[in-house]
C-alpha cells in the first residue's frame, strides 16, 4: 500500500497560480506512474495529468495542457502539479493518485487503473 496526502488548495483569483503538493509514504518502490485527477461539484472525476515515476517523462489532458506542470523529487517521494493561468473550470477537489505496475498510455487516463488515492484538496478559483 501507498498511503498519499495532498496539500496546497486554496481559493485563488482567475489568472493565479498555484501548486499542488502529494506526499506518498509506504511501498514508494513499486511506483510507476503518479497521475492527478480533479472533480468538480456534480460531475464525474476527470483525469488532468501523470508522470511517469523513473523517467520523469508527463502527460496531460488537453484542458490543462500548456497551463498545468507536473514533476517529482524522488528523493521527497513528492509530486507536485503547478497550476497556472487558472481559471473558473478549474475548481475543483484534486487527488492524486498512484499506480504502481506498468500499464499503457490509454489506460493512465482512466481513474480505475491506479491503486491508491489522496483524500483530495479543494482548489476553488473565483472569477
Known amino acids: 500500500q501507498v498511503q498519499l496526502v495532498e496539500s496546497g488548495g486554496g481559493l485563488v483569483q482567475a489568472g493565479d497560480s498555484l501548486r499542488l503538493s502529494c506526499a506518498a509514504s509506504?511501498?514508494?518502490?513499486?511506483?510507476?506512474?503518479m497521475g492527478w485527477f480533479r472533480q468538480a461539484p456534480g460531475k464525474e472525476r476527470e483525469f488532468v495529468g501523470y508522470?511517469?515515476?523513473?523517467?520523469?517523462?508527463?502527460y496531460y489532458a488537453d484542458s490543462v495542457k500548456g497551463r498545468f506542470t507536473i514533476s517529482r523529487d524522488k528523493a521527497e517521494n513528492r509530486v507536485y502539479l503547478q497550476m497556472n493561468s487558472l481559471k473558473p473550470e478549474d475548481t475543483a477537489v484534486y487527488y492524486c493518485?498512484?499506480?504502481?505496475?506498468?500499464?499503457?498510455?490509454?489506460?493512465?487516463?482512466?481513474?480505475?487503473?491506479?491503486?491508491?488515492w489522496g483524500q483530495g484538496t479543494q482548489v476553488t478559483v473565483s472569477s
Open positions: 509506504g511501498r514508494t518502490f513499486s511506483t510507476y506512474v
Open positions: 493518485a498512484v499506480r504502481r505496475y506498468w500499464s499503457s498510455a490509454s489506460s493512465l487516463k482512466m481513474e480505475t487503473t491506479y491503486d491508491n
Open positions: 508522470i511517469n515515476w523513473s523517467a520523469g517523462s508527463t
